[in-house]
């Protein structure tokens, strides 16, 4: 494993793992997981 993998219960408060992606930010390219486009689209009533 690289030498800046810290396993998830290892990492100092504060710290932000490399790989990591913030809950709330969407990277350009990412495509949504099926659970929130699933929400959007339900959202949206079709007449």
Do not use: A, C, W
């Not at 990277?27 to 079709?46: A, D, E, S």
Request: hydrophobic content about 30%.
């Amino acid at each position: 494993m690289p030498p800046d993998y810290m396993p998830l219960g290892h990492v100092p408060p504060g710290h932000v793992p490399p790989d990591h992606v913030p809950p709330d930010h969407v990277p350009p390219g990412h495509v949504p997981p099926r659970p929130f486009n699933y929400v959007f689209l339900i959202q949206r009533p079709q007449s």
